[in-house]
C-alpha cells in the first residue's frame, strides 16, 4: 500500500510525525489498543490551538484508523495554496462545509508556516499583495531555489492563535494567493470583516467548524483498526 505522505501537498511539507509517534507510545504503554491515531491526531490540533492561545472544544472520540489510504485522494482532496475563491468554495463544499465555514476553517493560518515554493509567485509577481510586505518576505524566498524555506502565514503574531490573519487580508498581506482571495473584493470580504472586527465569533465558528471536521465519516465500531504504530497499518 502506497501512503499518502508522499501526495503533493503532503510530500515535504507536513511534519511532526515523531510528536504522534510519542504520545502513541505513551498511550500504548498506559493502555495498550485502544486509543486510535486518528483520535491523537483530533486532540493535538485542539490541545495545539489551547496552547497558543485560542479557543477549547470538546473532541468526540472513539475513531479507529484506517487499514487502506489514497495517495490519488489526497491529490485531489487537499486544496491548492492556488485556488481561486470559487475553487476554495467548491473545494469545502464538496465536504459539506459553507463558505462561512471555509473562512473560519482558514483562520488557522493564523499559526503555523509556509514553504517558499508555495508563494514565490505570489511574492514576485502577485496583485493584491502590499508591497512592502512582498519585499520583506523576499529576503527569505528567492526567485530561484530555497524552495523549502519557511515563512509565517501569519506575519503579525505567527505563534498566537488568534485574529490578526484577518486583519492582514485587510492590508493585502496574506502569504498565500488562496489566504488573499478571501478577502479580494468577493463574496468573503465581509465574513473577513467580520472577524477581523470580532475576534469572539471567529473563535467560536472555528470552533464549531472543526468539530464538524473532525466528524466527516470517521471509522467506528468495528471498522478500521487501532494501530499500535501509527506509522502503519497492524
Ligand atoms: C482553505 C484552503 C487551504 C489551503 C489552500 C491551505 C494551504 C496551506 C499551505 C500551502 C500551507 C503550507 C504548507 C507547506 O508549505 O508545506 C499550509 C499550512 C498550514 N495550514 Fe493550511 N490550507 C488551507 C486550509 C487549512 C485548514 C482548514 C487548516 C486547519 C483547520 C489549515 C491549517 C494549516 C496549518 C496549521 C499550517 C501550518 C503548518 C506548519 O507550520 O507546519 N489549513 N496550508
Ligand atoms: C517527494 O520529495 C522528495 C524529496 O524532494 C522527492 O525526491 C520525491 O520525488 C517526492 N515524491 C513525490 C511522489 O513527489
Ligand atoms: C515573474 O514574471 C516574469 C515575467 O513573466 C517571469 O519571467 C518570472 O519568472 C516570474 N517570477 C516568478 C517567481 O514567478
Given at each position: ?10 510530500n ?5 510525525y515523531e ?65 481561486s ?65 519557511l ?24 502569504l ?22 470580532n ?36
Open positions: 500500500m502506497t501512503g499518502e505522505k508522499t501526495a503533493g501537498p503532503n515535504n511539507s507536513v511534519r511532526g510528536v504522534i509517534d510519542t504520545i502513541k507510545s505513551q498511550l500504548e504503554n498506559l493502555c495498550p489498543g485502544v486509543v486510535s491515531c486518528a483520535d491523537i491526531v483530533a486532540v493535538a490540533a485542539r490541545d495545539s490551538v489551547v496552547a497558543l492561545g485560542g479557543p477549547s472544544w470538546n473532541v468526540l472520540v472513539g475513531r479507529r484508523d484506517s487499514t487502506t489510504a489514497s495517495l490519488n485522494a489526497a491529490n485531489s482532496n487537499i486544496p491548492a495554496p492556488t485556488l475563491l470559487s475553487g476554495l468554495i467548491s473545494a469545502f463544499s464538496n465536504k459539506g462545509f459553507t463558505a462561512k465555514e471555509m473562512v473560519a476553517l482558514s483562520g488557522s493560518h493564523t499559526i503555523g508556516q509556509a514553504r517558499c515554493t508555495t508563494f514565490r509567485t505570489r511574492i514576485y509577481n502577485g496583485t493584491l499583495i502590499d508591497s512592502t510586505f512582498a519585499t520583506s518576505v523576499q529576503a527569505n524566498c528567492p526567485s530561484t531555489g530555497g524552495d523549502n524555506n515563512s509565517p502565514l501569519d506575519t503579525t503574531s505567527p505563534t498566537s492563535f488568534d485574529n490578526a490573519y484577518f486583519k492582514n487580508l485587510q492590508s493585502r498581506k496574506g498565500l494567493l488562496s489566504d488573499q482571495q478571501l478577502f479580494s473584493g468577493g463574496s468573503t470580504d465581509s465574513q473577513v470583516n467580520a472577524y477581523s472586527s475576534s469572539a465569533t471567529f473563535t467560536t465558528d472555528f470552533a464549531n467548524a472543526m468539530v464538524k471536521m473532525g466528524n466527516l465519516s470517521p471509522l467506528t465500531g468495528t471498522n478500521g483498526q487501532i494501530r499500535k504504530n501509527c506509522r502503519k497499518t497492524n
